[in-house]
């Protein structure tokens, strides 16, 4: 059974981003990133009947799966877009991995981030000495960016919407499927796109047969409306623990890679969230942000439809939890 909107897998899938330019992004940050581990979560996939592998980007340079694109883009940049400095749009995690790729490169960076942002994302981004600008409409965040950008002249690094940025995140299905080559499902939250379509050019190029499956959230998706749609459309997101999945809209490019080569799409709710977060903690022994843990909570809710028995990957994308709500869980 197939998502809303998409097509049955093809033969041949014809990838956005190509096997040769995710290689060349692994060659490029390779040594600057951590190959993260893919650690087994036998107890929380018995709960599902899958034989269940967490591959833990909450491990990952500050603390998520965007250091590899955001370095990926910064290290191809020319030495004039670099001097000019750099400026990007999040609510934490992409922030934090442009303002370090910045510092890495020895340039300055510039972060558009929601009021309201979890406040160990903001302190993330400050440690390595960018600036932010806080706008207080997530909606018309990107057009804040459009109006510091342009003041400004700095070169834009796409949090989502860039085939640089996205070979980059596509590393991280490099290394799956190198380590587990018989992997038979891989599950990617989504957000703005760029995880789910990195990792989905890497595994489908290597292994057409694994499924992909999508996981949005119940109260404010964003794929399954763009796909819908036939292009991207701005939605309305809810206040969630996983603020790492509410990007105002989701990218082009992220959307044609999930036509031709996302199998699935569901849906998780917050309260599914919140336990999967908890299980994550106490069982798994990792402590993972909301937007970490949606993989494993459509795992845990069955949603994937992974045959019983079946060898099943869930990215846990960021580990940037906000100490503070770790009593409410």
Same mark, same amino acid.
């Given at each position: 059974m197939w998502g809303r909107g998409l097509s049955p897998p093809r033969t041949k899938i014809p990838l956005v981003i190509p096997i040769e330019a995710i290689r060349a992004a692994d060659e490029r940050i390779r040594g600057r990133v951590?190959?993260? %581990? #893919? #650690?087994?979560?036998?107890?929380?996939?018995? $709960?599902? /009947? @899958? $034989?269940? !592998?967490?591959?833990?980007?909450? !491990?990952?340079?500050? /603390?998520? !799966?965007?250091? $590899?694109?955001?370095?990926?883009? @910064? #290290?191809? #940049?020319?030495?004039?877009?670099?001097?000019?400095?750099? +400026?990007? @749009?999040?609510?934490g995690n992409h922030a934090a991995a442009v303002a370090w790729a910045a510092a890495i490169a020895g340039c300055r960076a510039v972060v558009v981030m929601p009021d309201g942002a979890p406040l160990p994302k903001i302190e993330a981004v400050r440690s390595y000495g960018a600036e932010i600008v806080f706008h207080p409409d997530r909606a018309t965040l990107f057009d804040k960016l459009n109006e510091v950008r342009e003041s400004r002249g700095l070169t834009f690094v796409h949090p989502f919407d860039d085939p640089t940025v996205l070979a980059g995140a596509a590393t991280a299905g490099l290394e799956i499927v190198a380590e587990m080559p018989?992997?038979?499902?891989? +599950? +990617? %939250? @989504?957000?703005?796109g760029g995880l789910l379509a990195g990792v989905a050019s890497a595994v489908k190029n290597l292994k057409p047969s694994i499924r992909v499956v999508a996981v949005e959230l119940a109260e404010g998706p964003g794929l399954a409306p763009a796909l819908a749609a036939g292009k991207p459309v701005a939605v309305k997101r809810p206040e969630t623990l996983a603020d790492g999945m509410t990007p105002p809209f989701v990218g082009a490019l992220p959307l044609d890679i999930a036509r031709e080569a996302v199998d699935e799409i569901v849906t998780v709710t917050e309260e599914e969230i919140r336990e999967a977060m908890r299980l994550l903690m106490t069982r798994a022994k990792l402590v993972v942000e909301g937007a970490g843990a949606a993989a494993t909570a459509a795992v845990l809710a069955g949603r994937p439809g992974s045959a019983v028995g079946a060898l099943v990957v869930a990215l846990v994308s960021g580990g940037n939890l906000d100490l503070a709500k770790v009593a409410s869980l």
């Amino acid at each position: 059974m197939w998502g809303r909107g998409l097509s049955p897998p093809r033969t041949k899938i014809p990838l956005v981003i190509p096997i040769e330019a995710i290689r060349a992004a692994d060659e490029r940050i390779r040594g600057r990133v951590h190959r993260t %581990p #893919l #650690l087994s979560a036998t107890s929380l996939g018995a $709960r599902a /009947g @899958v $034989r269940l !592998f967490l591959k833990c980007e909450s !491990f990952q340079k500050t /603390g998520s !799966f965007k250091a $590899r694109g955001a370095l990926n883009k @910064v #290290l191809s #940049l020319s030495d004039e877009d670099r001097t000019c400095g750099l +400026v990007t @749009v999040s609510a934490g995690n992409h922030a934090a991995a442009v303002a370090w790729a910045a510092a890495i490169a020895g340039c300055r960076a510039v972060v558009v981030m929601p009021d309201g942002a979890p406040l160990p994302k903001i302190e993330a981004v400050r440690s390595y000495g960018a600036e932010i600008v806080f706008h207080p409409d997530r909606a018309t965040l990107f057009d804040k960016l459009n109006e510091v950008r342009e003041s400004r002249g700095l070169t834009f690094v796409h949090p989502f919407d860039d085939p640089t940025v996205l070979a980059g995140a596509a590393t991280a299905g490099l290394e799956i499927v190198a380590e587990m080559p018989d992997v038979q499902t891989v +599950v +990617v %939250p @989504v957000g703005g796109g760029g995880l789910l379509a990195g990792v989905a050019s890497a595994v489908k190029n290597l292994k057409p047969s694994i499924r992909v499956v999508a996981v949005e959230l119940a109260e404010g998706p964003g794929l399954a409306p763009a796909l819908a749609a036939g292009k991207p459309v701005a939605v309305k997101r809810p206040e969630t623990l996983a603020d790492g999945m509410t990007p105002p809209f989701v990218g082009a490019l992220p959307l044609d890679i999930a036509r031709e080569a996302v199998d699935e799409i569901v849906t998780v709710t917050e309260e599914e969230i919140r336990e999967a977060m908890r299980l994550l903690m106490t069982r798994a022994k990792l402590v993972v942000e909301g937007a970490g843990a949606a993989a494993t909570a459509a795992v845990l809710a069955g949603r994937p439809g992974s045959a019983v028995g079946a060898l099943v990957v869930a990215l846990v994308s960021g580990g940037n939890l906000d100490l503070a709500k770790v009593a409410s869980l």
